[in-house]
């Protein structure tokens, strides 16, 4: 607001406020002359000969009344803000408040995570009450992607089941949850062209021990053991520290049949973990990366 405007908006509010007063004032004396009924002095119109139109100051109570709106209004426009761009004698703030009442409820959250700082995950991951807080941020923060049973969809994998694409010990958990992840499978489509795409596909279908082309699977292996073997390992068994899943075990982020894996080969996958670190804080990382592992079963 600039100050022009301020000075506007100060002076129509302290002016309307004024004002009211002046009119209580004013219509609270009685009128001169007339006939006297009531204390009042009558308008001068009458109706069907009697009635009578009084001009009668207001009840005291109801003035009084008036006067501590008008008061109020004054002591309110001095504590808060509300007079243009004077920010009141208390200082309040909308973002001050929001503020104070964020700062008190980290400040409860963090009276009850206290002591789950000094365990270890695995300590956590066999603490009943640790798992039930656990459970319920999990629900909040990750069940729309890993299912509320952590059991995980096309794309978003499995908690559940003891195979991990990026590791599964407790500091490569905590890791993969506070910082996030980001998979890089690059497109084949262009670099192996249709048919070599076809034959890496009946190889990969060989090593997870489904039916496939013996021919088509011979030559991919060449490719696989060329192109592919850089990050999912010779033996196909998969690289945690490249997020890069094993490929021998039928156990499938995006499918395991013909169609998905030439989809995944031609255009490649790029999964993403989303970073919570920030917005979780460190203690509620670890209760989480100790429910991931305790849902797993495999805590160490
Ligand atoms: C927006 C969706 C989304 C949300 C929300 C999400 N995740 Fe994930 N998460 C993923 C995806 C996608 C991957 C797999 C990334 C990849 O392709 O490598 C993943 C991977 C993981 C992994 C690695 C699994 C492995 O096998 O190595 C863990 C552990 C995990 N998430 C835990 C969590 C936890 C705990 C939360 C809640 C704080 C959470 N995720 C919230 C999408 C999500
Ligand atoms: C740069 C490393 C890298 C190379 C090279 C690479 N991959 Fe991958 N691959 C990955 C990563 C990382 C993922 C996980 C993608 C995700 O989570 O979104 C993946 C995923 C896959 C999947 C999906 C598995 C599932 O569970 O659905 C298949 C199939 C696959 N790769 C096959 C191949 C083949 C065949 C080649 C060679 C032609 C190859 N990859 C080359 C890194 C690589």
Redo the contacts with the bound molecule.
Sequence with gaps: MTSGWSVFIVLVTLLNIFGCLWLLRWTSKPKAAGEKIGGGADTGHVWDKDLREYNNPLPRWWLWLFYLTVAFGLIYLALYPGLGTFSGLKGWTQNGQYEQEKAAAEAKAAAYLAPFATMTIPQLAADPKAMSTARN??QV??A???GSDGGGAT???N?MDA??????DPDT?VQ??AAG?M?VMPPWGAVLGAQGVDQAVAYVQQLSGQQADTTLALAGQTLFETNCAACHGFDGKGN?IL?APNLTDDIW?YGGDAATLHQTLENG?N????A?GER?GPERVRL??A??IQLAGTSN
């Design positions: 941020l999990f923060n990750c729309q992607c890993h794309g978003f994998p908690l195979n991990w694409q990026w590791g599964d958990v993969t949850i992840r998979a945690p997020g982020l996958r999964g993403q973990m989303p919570f979780l989480l990366a429910y991931a």
